[in-house]
């Protein structure tokens, strides 16, 4: 089954590690110049670096749809530069998931491929997805709708060991981006996480530095740009979230759901 994931940040990743695993064969796609935060568990920092591994799988960066074939047969995980899903029409896949996660539909249709799957909110089951899957952190993480929409993003980041808003770091300005410390850093309240052209980005709280954006993007002020994790475990910094498994596993069970039905 070959299914192209759009989105390489890091609930799309975890999805392609479950989906990997199962023995799909997968291409991810992405912006040309990535902005994803938990870059050491992203698969879009194949498009930077042209190479990168999370968990053990090797994702490569691919220029075209044929290239991208290619890689797969080696048992890559090809990565485009393709926000736009061009290579969609030429793969001709048997699914497309749309991990964008831009909290609105950016161009995915039902049209896509056998089977569309979306992730988080913005789509409606049925309408412009064959199936939706929550994000919200709680109850319904990773459930799979086939009717309906996911909740509306509430502008609150789950809550993780006690703290929500106050584990995101975010551009105090507009201007360049110039980190100061290392992912996976232990860190204090009110240390200098990075610069934002001459305007230091203050950590919040005490905890590890599990995301931080990478050096040399020009970001608007509010822009999401850093993650502290108050359980202050460095390895969770290699590795993919519970958020993005348990969603990887709804995005599994409703590729699997509608193929068994059109194969029955």
């Not at 979306?118 to 799979?144: K, N, Q, S, Y």
Request: charged share 20%.
């Amino acid at each position: 089954m070959l299914v192209v994931i759009r989105g390489a940040g890091d609930i799309a990743s975890g999805i392609a590690l479950r989906l990997h695993r199962a023995g799909m064969e997968l291409v991810l796609t992405d912006l040309p110049v990535p902005t994803a935060v938990r870059r050491t568990v992203c698969f879009s920092e194949a498009i930077r670096l042209g190479e990168t591994q999370v968990e053990g799988i090797t994702a490569c960066l691919a220029h075209t749809p044929g290239e991208a074939m290619e890689l797969m047969k080696q048992g890559s995980i090809p990565v485009l530069a393709d926000p736009e899903g061009r290579c969609i029409s030429a793969l001709k896949p048997d699914g497309v998931v749309d991990a964008i996660l831009a909290k609105k539909n950016l161009g995915t249709h039902m049209d896509m491929a056998p089977v569309v799957v979306a992730v988080g909110p913005g789509f409606t089951a049925g309408t412009d997805c064959h199936a939706a899957v929550e994000t919200m952190r709680g109850h319904t993480l990773g459930r799979v709708l086939y009717t309906g929409s996911p909740i509306p993003n509430t502008g609150v980041p789950g809550n993780i060991g006690g703290y929500t808003v106050e584990r995101v770091l975010r551009a105090p300005a507009q201007g360049m981006f110039h980190p100061c410390l290392e992912i996976g850093a232990q860190v204090k309240a009110g240390q200098v996480a990075a610069m934002v052209g001459d305007v230091p980005m203050l950590c919040t709280i005490d905890g590890c530095l599990r995301g931080l954006l990478q050096n040399g993007i020009e970001v608007p002020a509010g822009m999401k740009c850093g993650d502290i994790d108050p359980r202050c475990k460095p390895e969770h910094c290699l590795c993919a979230s519970d958020k993005a498994l348990a969603v990887g596993g709804g995005v599994l069970e409703a590729l699997l759901h509608f193929t068994a039905k059109r194969e029955g």
